[in-house]
């Protein structure tokens, strides 16, 4: 999973050309985040779907038992995207879990394999808005 991500993140630059769309797909963002215990800048591809006050994504982590290291950093500091070759600053929203069907349901529409990743844990998968925020001058 490390490998696949390091390379995903190495092609991003390309994302959203044609030869981008075809290796990573169209919906795919990159996330840069602070770790939180080392303190240091983690960039990771994320599938997303775009909703009015941002970006939806997954923490599925391929359907482990366990959540990926960019939730954690992003639940305790803000965060950066980069979207369509433009980068925003974000913070994060947890989905509630009375709303949770129906953005799985907007996540699952784009990338099927999401059901695969549900069905393969047992932990709820938290779903994430990335909201983007103004920056004043």
Not at 29 to 56: A, C, F
Request: hydrophobic fraction near 35%; charged fraction near 25%.
């Amino acid at each position: 999973m490390k490998l696949v991500t390091s390379v995903h993140t190495k092609l991003i630059k390309f994302n959203h050309t044609k030869i981008g769309n075809f290796i990573l797909g169209g919906d795919i963002l990159l996330l840069e985040t602070i770790g939180s215990h080392s303190n240091m800048v983690r960039k990771v591809p994320l599938t997303y779907t775009k909703i009015d006050s941002g970006y939806l994504v997954a923490a599925s982590y391929g359907g482990r038992d366990n959540s990926p290291s960019w939730f954690y950093n992003i639940t305790k500091n803000e965060g950066f995207v980069t979207v369509e070759s433009k980068r925003y600053k974000v913070r994060s929203e947890i989905i509630k879990d009375n709303e949770t069907e129906y953005f799985w349901n907007k996540l699952i529409e784009i990338y099927p394999t999401f059901q695969i990743y549900r069905d393969r844990t047992d932990r709820s998968i938290p779903l994430v808005k990335l909201i983007r925020v103004e920056v004043s001058d």
